[in-house]
Structure formats: C-alpha cells, structure tokens
C-alpha cells in the first residue's frame, strides 16, 4: 500500500522561507514522478513543482526563482523549499506521487503567508 505523507506547512510573513517534505512509502521511490500542487480557498488545485525519476525538474512560472524542488532517493523523500514567500503562495500543498498509470496523494499541508 502506497502512503504519502506531506509535513513543513505552517505560518510564515511575507519575505519568509518553508521547507515542505513529501515521504512515499510501499513502493519503489526512485520510479516516481513527484508534484507538488496547491490549493488556494475557493480555487483549483494547481501544479507547483514537478521533479521526474531521472532528476529533471520543472516549475510553475509563479514560482520560478523561489522555489525549488528536490529528492533524496534514500530517504524516499522529496522536499520543496519555497523562499521569499508572497501572500498569493497561501493554499494546502499535496504531494502526488505518480507510478505509471496511478496516483497518489497525500492529505496536504496548510501554508499561510501572511503579515
């Protein structure tokens, strides 16, 4: 059974830093294709931040420059360090982590930027 567990969210100002982790546990981590998404109140879900099996990563134009997206395949994990955060960044960020045909999710994390 695949589980994703997202943690890091949390109250920040303006300006200010978080670093969020994604761990997935009950398959082969180094297969996976990894987003990060958001959801703002009211809004879709958007994709943020993707980091594919091979390395390469990807990101949202909003976000280019302050955000990055990595993996350390021993700890099954990938973080999303996200800097100089605006209040527009506010939202719950999921992991989906992707293996082949199917997707997992994990239940999210609050991040609120705000003075």
């Known amino acids: 059974q695949v589980q994703v567990v997202e943690s890091g969210g949390g109250l920040v100002q303006p300006g200010g830093s978080l ?3 994604c ?3 009950g398959t082969i981590f ?3 294709n990894i987003h990060w998404y958001r959801q703002a109140p009211g809004k879709a879900r958007d994709l943020v931040a993707s980091i594919f099996n091979e390395g390469t990563t990807d990101y949202a134009e909003p976000v280019k420059g302050r955000f990055t997206i990595s993996r350390d ?3 099954n994990t990938v973080y999303l ?3 100089n955060l605006k209040p527009e960044d506010t939202g719950v960020y999921y992991c989906c982590a992707v293996e082949s045909i ?3 999710w994990g239940q999210g994390t609050q991040v ?3 003075s």
């Open 19 to 21: 670093r969020l982790s």
């Open 23 to 25: 761990v997935v546990s």
């Open 30 to 32: 180094r297969v996976l």
């Open 73 to 75: 395949n021993f700890k």
């Open 81 to 83: 360090q996200m800097n």
């Open 102 to 104: 199917y997707n997992y």
């Open 112 to 114: 609120t930027v705000s």
